[in-house]
């Protein structure tokens, strides 16, 4: 006889002598809401045996399993002119810049970041995810310390020194990685099409040559001349790096591919998230330049392979000239950490 028909049973053996010994006047116990009693708790008893099992199993390979939430950041960004000015803006003087060290004013100057990484000691990686806002969207962030309009020559206008958004953890963070500009699939879209910050005129060259990476505008104290052209003489010397040697009509709907992509690779070492600050060094940047001379095309560097003042600049960022790409041969030293 199975355990609870045997149970069952004997108590309703109990019953029937206890109600054959106390008469027929008195009231008989109702046998089914007792069964039904009987029934729920042995149901109960094994699920608890069950559940018991059950958690007991998962416990017996000593691992425990944790969910956590994704975790947010913000990160600065800051121009300086080495240790003398600590942000530049609009109102500052730029002064000791390049070979000649001559000063002169601030027209511009902007960088966008793709592929924000954090990097362990081990050489894991640890993707960003960042926030969607006027000036960060689809991964991408502008990084605008233009604080006045016209040139530097206006009123107060919106700019932007930080980048925020989530990461899965932070454990173990000993660098960032960055990359300067806009990633291929987003670099040759029509403008006028995009949210921001992927809609700023002043950044776009062209939907061939796509965005500017970077952008800084310089106006010498007295001007730019050319050694072979006596009658030169130009107000601004400028510095935009982005793609060339592009093919493709994006208009017709061609793909656009790129000899000389130019977006450098910055890492940064000795990185700790909440208590560094990143740091682009103007001084750094253009200290092998000549900011009063062009010898060649327009005044600066516009980012072709043969624009001689192109070379210095390149190398600061840790790129060679030729490939347009980040090289083991150059060590970036325009970016550093506070």
């Not at 060290?101 to 640890?126: M, N, P, Q």
């Not at 009509?249 to 990185?271: H, M, S, Y």
């Not at 980012?303 to 060679?320: H, P, R, T």
Request: charged share 20%; glycine share 8%; with cysteine.
């Amino acid at each position: 006889m199975q355990p609870l028909a045997a149970l069952q049973a004997s108590q309703n053996s109990v019953r029937v002598r206890a109600c054959s010994q106390t008469g027929g006047n008195h009231r008989q116990p109702k046998l089914r809401e007792v069964n039904d009693v009987t029934h729920s708790r042995v149901r109960g008893f094994f699920l608890l045996c069950i559940f018991s099992l059950l958690l007991s199993a998962a416990c017996t390979d000593g691992t425990e399993t944790r969910v956590s939430a994704p975790q947010t950041f913000s990160l600065s960004f800051h121009a300086s002119l080495g240790d003398r000015v600590s942000d530049v803006r609009c109102e500052d003087k730029l002064l000791g810049l390049g070979t000649t060290k001559v000063g002169g004013d601030l027209i511009d100057l902007a960088f966008y970041i793709h592929t924000l990484e954090f990097v362990r000691a081990d050489g894991s990686v640890i993707a960003a995810e960042l926030d969607e806002s006027e000036w960060q969207s689809q991964n991408v962030a502008l990084l605008d310390f233009q604080n006045k309009s016209d040139s530097c020559l206006g009123g107060d206008k919106p700019f932007n020194t930080k980048v925020s958004g989530k990461i899965a953890n932070s454990d173990g963070i000993t660098a960032l990685r960055f990359t300067l500009g806009i990633p291929p699939r987003l670099n040759h879209l029509d403008p006028k099409s995009m949210k921001a910050p992927l809609n700023a005129a002043n950044m776009f060259w062209s939907w061939q040559s796509g965005y500017k990476a970077f952008r800084f505008d310089f106006s010498p104290e007295n001007g730019v001349k050319r050694p072979n052209d006596p009658n030169f003489l130009g107000t601004n010397y400028f510095i935009h790096l982005g793609s060339t040697d592009c093919t493709g009509d994006p208009i017709a709907g061609e793909a656009v591919t790129c000899g000389r992509i130019n977006q450098p690779v910055i890492e940064l070492a000795n990185f700790q998230l909440g208590a560094r600050e990143v740091v682009l060094d103007l001084e750094e940047l253009v200290s092998g330049l000549n900011l009063e001379e062009d010898l060649a095309d327009t005044p600066g560097c516009m980012s072709a392979i043969q624009d001689v003042e192109c070379e210095s600049y390149f190398q600061k960022l840790g790129m060679d000239l030729v490939s347009g790409r980040s090289s083991a041969n150059f060590t970036q030293s325009a970016f550093k950490l506070r």
